[in-house]
C-alpha cells in the first residue's frame, strides 16, 4: 500500500523558514517524479513545485520561486520542502504527492498545516 | 497558463440522483485531465484519468467524458460518502499544473 506522510508544519513568523518532510513507502520512491500542492484554508488545490525521480528536473509556481525550495533524498524514500521567507499567504494545508506515468496525481499524502502569522 | 473553470460552484442533488459536473479549459489540453474528490479535513483522492478512466477502486457510478477543452464528471445514484468537493486537473501543459476551483456537491 502506497503511504505518504507529511511532517515539519507549524506556526512560523513573516520572513521565517520552515522544512517539510514526506516520507514515502509502499512503492519505489527513487522511480517516481513528485509535487507538493497546498491549499489555503477554505479555498482550493494550488500545485506548488515538482520534482523528476532523480532529481533532474524541478519546477515551480510563480508564487513561490526564489523562495521555497523542493528537493528528494531517494536513499531515504523521502520528499523535502525548504520554506524560506515566508509571508501571510503561505499559509496553507501541503500535500506532497505521486505523479503516474502519465502525468495525473495518484496519490496524496494526508497534509500538514503552514501557518504564517505575528 | 492553462485555466480550468468548474460550474456550478455548488450543486445541489438528492439521494439517488444524478449529479453532473462541469469543466472547461482555457485552450486544449487533448483527454489529460483527472478528477478528485476531497471530503471536509481530507487529502483530495484520485477519481478518473485520461477524462474517463475510473481509478482502481473508484465505483462505477462515476464517469467521466470529453475532451479538448470540455469535460464532465458524472456521479449517478448518489450515495451520501459522494457529497464532497470535486477538482478537475488539467496535467497535459505543464508546469504549471492546474486545477479547476472546485465544485461542492451537497445534499439537496
Known amino acids: 500500500e502506497v503511504q505518504l506522510v507529511e511532517s515539519g508544519g507549524g506556526l512560523v513568523k513573516p520572513g521565517g523558514s520552515l522544512r517539510l518532510s514526506c516520507e514515502a513507502s509502499g512503492f519505489t520512491f527513487s522511480s517516481y517524479n513528485m509535487n507538493w500542492v497546498r491549499q489555503a484554508p477554505g479555498k482550493g488545490l494550488e500545485w506548488v513545485s515538482s520534482i523528476s525521480a532523480s532529481s533532474t528536473y524541478i519546477y515551480y509556481a510563480d508564487s513561490v520561486k526564489g523562495r521555497l525550495t523542493i528537493s528528494r533524498d531517494n536513499a531515504k524514500k523521502s520528499l523535502y520542502l525548504q520554506m524560506n521567507s515566508l509571508r501571510a499567504e503561505d499559509t496553507a494545508v501541503y500535500f506532497c504527492?505521486?505523479?503516474?506515468?502519465?502525468?495525473?496525481?495518484?496519490?496524496w499524502g494526508q497534509g500538514t498545516l503552514v501557518t504564517v502569522s505575528s | 497558463e492553462i485555466v480550468m473553470t468548474q460550474s456550478p460552484a455548488t450543486l445541489s442533488v438528492s439521494p439517488g440522483e444524478t449529479a453532473t459536473l462541469s469543466c472547461r479549459a482555457s485552450q486544449s489540453v487533448s483527454s489529460n485531465v483527472a478528477w478528485y474528490q476531497q471530503e471536509p479535513g481530507q487529502a483530495p483522492r484520485l477519481l478518473i484519468y485520461?477524462?474517463?478512466t475510473r481509478a482502481t477502486g473508484i465505483p462505477a457510478r462515476f464517469s467521466g467524458s470529453g475532451s479538448r477543452t470540455e469535460f464532465t464528471l458524472t456521479i449517478s445514484s448518489l450515495q451520501s460518502e459522494d457529497f464532497a468537493i470535486y477538482y478537475c486537473?488539467?496535467?497535459?501543459?505543464?508546469?504549471?499544473?492546474?486545477f479547476g476551483q472546485g465544485t461542492k456537491l451537497e445534499i439537496k
Open positions: 485520461g477524462a474517463s
Open positions: 486537473q488539467q496535467y497535459n501543459n505543464w508546469p504549471p499544473y492546474t
Open positions: 504527492a505521486r505523479v503516474s506515468g502519465y502525468g495525473y496525481f495518484d496519490d
